[in-house]
Structure formats: structure tokens, C-alpha cells
């Protein structure tokens, strides 16, 4: 049995059990509890993911192209993009840091935009499978998002670290920035999709065979 | 009555907890997801936890972070260096963004958590426990201290073969704050204070009518 055959909803916030008149009003209707609004779906959420995962892949381009940070000392200045701090990694043999920094500047990024593109499309389409898998999916995006401002600390902390008054200094570059609003977009676009609509037409289907 | 049906955050799906009371944690018959957890004696771990966490923030950002020497020269870091250079230099959007994940919204959701958690504590509900029960979730994923931390790993690794790094008090404050507050959100269980919420709701209309 689920919730919206029977006219209910659990409020997002406090988890009250909310029941939803069956004419489909335009009105909004509050929680009784704690006054949050209360919806049988998020409003609008497959637009909204959208949105913020486009606005995440147009900024995750000048992520990867402007360097991260610039290295200045008294040689000159070598600037250093996410990819080509990698790959001084694997030059120098270090490959345990390499695979991290690669797992959370590269692939994890590339990977939430995919699973967010996955669930869209398999929702729109309103394709039945894998549904606990896809479950699973968008609770490993949930979980994983933050973790992928990993690399704008690192650039904070050794802006901070290495600071020698001109002699030898790290200095932040724009494409951090644009790194960090990659990641606050997947992060909006993961908290507005409401993953109630991966089991939504499972139920219409199986009703209608009956 | 409703404490004892959940609908899935996750799939939509109604299920009855027979045995609402008894402790533990409690999931979706049909896609595992957490519905609650109910474990006794939330409230006085809860405010025991924020209130050391409260006392370790402030060493964090009171003393040295960390140090970092190379061939005689040496520069020191505190626990908010980072964003006055990263101030300094213009880029405003990211001082802007560590700022507020890393002591902002952290301290607030510290702060908020020792007032609503202390005055249960005392036996008394906040006038406005909604409203900061409310704050409390939706900050949640914007505090980001545990990021942070891998951070400050990975800048270690990466500066290590370049010179000598030594850490301060505030490091090991920061990292025993971390495992606090892990700690704390881990026992968190918002169900029950939504419970004694609803209840006085009841009440007082009651009493309007």
C-alpha cells in the first residue's frame, strides 16, 4: 500500500502523516504539525533537477579548463588545473593520491551528473526498472555530494599553508570557484528530486492490468 | 495515531510499526530506507555531545592550526586563514562558501542543538522548537566540517614531501569535534521532539476550543 492510493503524504519536514483532499485544489496545504508546506510530490521537482544539473554541466566546464590554484614563487607562476594536478601525481609515482584526488575532483563529479541524468530520463520515460536500484542510486548521490568540496578545502588550506610573504605562495584561481558552484548546483539538484517518482507508475501499471 | 503508520520518504510506501516504544531502528518494509530511529536517552547524549562540541569549536578557532616550515622560512595557519587570503585575493565567492560551511553554519547548528537539546533536558520545550528543528534538517548537509577535514588530509599529503608540517592544538580539537559530532548526528532523532511538538499543538487548540 502506498500513500498517494490512499489520498496521504508524509510532511518532507517533521514526517507527519498529512491526508490529501482528493479534489486536485490549487490550494497549498500546511503540515498541521509544524506549518511546512505539504505536497503528494515535490512541486515541480523534475524541472527544477533539471535546471540545476544543466547549470551544474555549464559550470563544471570552466572547472576542469581554469586552473585550480597558481603556484608563484621567485621561477614564475605555474598555474594547475584539476587534471594536470593528477597527472603530477602519477608522474611522480604517488598513485594512492593521485586515485583519491582523481575519485573526488574527477570521477565523482562526472558520476552524480550521470545517476541525476539516469533517474531524470528513467523517470520521464517512466521506465519500471530496476526501481530499488535506482533507489539505492539516488541515495549514493544524496550521500556522496558533499564529499566533492573536498578539493575547494584543499585549495583554501594550502592558499592558507603556503604563504611566504612573496617568496613562495599559492594563490587561489577561478576555476575553484567555478568547482564550488559545480558542486552546490549538484546539490540542489539532487535535494529537489523527490525519488517517490521512481515507484510512481509501477502501481498506476499493476492497477491497470488487474 | 500516526506514530504508529510511516509513509517512505523514498518510495511512498504506508507500513504500521506495531511496536512504535521499543528501541532501535526502524525501515521501509519495501525499500529498506531509514524511516526513524528511537533510542532512549537521545536527549541528554544529544545535549552532552553539542555541549563539548561547543567547547572544542572554540579551541579549534582559537589556536594554531597548522605549520608549515620549508628551508628555514615558516608560515602558520589558523583555523580561518584560508578565507581571509582567500578574501584577500578577490575571490570572495569562495571565502564566502568556507565561511559559511565550515564556522557559520556548523556553529549555528551547534548552538541550536544546545538551546532546543538543553531545554528538553531542563523538561521544558522551546516556544519555538519548530522552527528550530526545522533549521537544524535543513542545514544539515550545508555544515561541512567532515569534508573539511578531508581536505586538510589530502593539502597534508600533497605538502608533505615539500617541507615540514607540524599541527597545532587546534588540529587535534577540530579532529575530536569531528568524531563528537559524528557521534551526536548519529543518535539524532528528530521523531520524538516532533512527537512532544504535535502534542502541545493538540493541547492548546484543544484549549482554544
Known amino acids: 500500500m502506498r500513500g498517494i492510493e490512499r489520498g496521504l503524504t508524509n510532511c518532507p519536514v517533521c514526517h507527519a502523516i498529512v491526508k490529501v483532499p482528493a479534489a486536485e485544489s490549487s490550494q497549498t496545504l500546511y503540515c498541521p504539525r509544524c506549518d511546512s508546506e505539504v505536497y503528494l510530490r515535490k512541486p515541480d521537482s523534475i524541472q527544477k533537477t533539471w535546471a540545476f544539473l544543466l547549470a551544474s554541466i555549464v559550470f563544471y566546464v570552466p572547472a576542469n579548463l581554469l586552473p585550480m590554484m597558481n603556484v608563484v614563487t621567485f621561477a614564475g607562476t605555474q598555474s594547475d588545473t584539476i587534471m594536470s594536478g593528477v597527472l603530477y601525481f602519477v608522474e611522480t609515482g604517488a598513485y594512492l593520491i593521485a586515485f583519491v584526488i582523481f575519485t573526488a575532483s574527477i570521477f565523482v563529479p562526472i558520476l552524480k551528473i550521470a545517476i541525476l541524468i539516469y533517474l531524470l530520463v528513467s523517470v520521464q520515460r517512466r521506465s519500471p526498472l530496476h526501481r530499488a536500484r535506482r533507489k539505492k542510486l539516488y541515495v549514493l548521490t544524496e550521500i556522496i555530494g558533499r564529499w566533492s568540496m573536498v578539493d575547494v578545502y584543499v585549495v583554501g588550506t594550502m592558499v592558507a599553508l603556503v604563504h611566504f610573504g612573496g617568496l613562495t605562495e599559492i594563490t587561489p584561481g577561478m576555476g575553484a570557484n567555478f568547482f564550488l558552484l559545480v558542486v552546490i548546483m549538484t546539490m540542489l539538484s539532487a535535494m529537489s528530486f523527490d525519488p517517490k517518482l521512481i515507484w510512481d507508475n509501477h502501481i498506476k501499471e499493476s492497477n491497470a492490468q488487474q | ?209
Open chain 2, 1 to 209: 495515531m500516526s506514530a504508529h503508520y510511516h509513509i517512505c520518504h523514498a518510495c511512498d510506501t504506508l507500513s504500521k510499526i506495531s511496536t512504535p516504544g521499543r528501541p532501535g531502528r526502524y525501515k521501509c518494509p519495501n525499500c529498506h530506507a531509514k524511516l526513524y530511529t528511537y533510542k532512549p536517552g537521545m536527549v541528554e547524549k544529544i545535549y552532552a555531545y553539542n555541549l563539548a562540541a561547543l567547547f572544542l569549536f572554540i579551541v579549534a578557532n582559537y589556536f594554531p592550526f597548522l605549520s608549515f616550515h620549508v628551508a628555514g622560512s615558516s608560515s602558520h595557519a589558523n583555523f580561518a586563514t584560508s578565507i581571509f587570503y582567500l578574501y584577500e585575493d578577490g575571490q570572495w565567492l569562495m571565502a564566502g562558501g568556507i565561511l559559511l560551511t565550515t564556522i557559520v553554519i556548523p556553529l549555528f547548528r551547534i548552538l541550536l542543538y544546545c538551546i532546543l537539546f538543553g531545554s528538553l533536558y531542563h523538561r521544558y520545550l522551546p516556544h519555538y522548537a519548530t522552527q528550530m528543528l526545522k533549521l537544524l534538517e535543513a542545514l544539515l548537509p550545508w555544515g561541512m566540517l567532515d569534508v573539511l577535514f578531508l581536505g586538510v588530509l589530502v593539502s597534508i599529503v600533497k605538502l608533505v614531501k615539500m617541507g615540514t608540517i607540524i599541527p597545532g592544538t587546534s588540529l587535534w580539537a577540530f579532529m575530536l569535534m569531528i568524531l563528537i559530532l559524528a557521534a551526536a548526528q548519529s543518535i539524532f532523532d528528530p521523531h520524538q521532539v516532533w512527537e512532544r511538538i504535535g502534542d502541545r499543538k493538540r493541547l492548546m487548540r484543544e484549549e482554544h476550543a
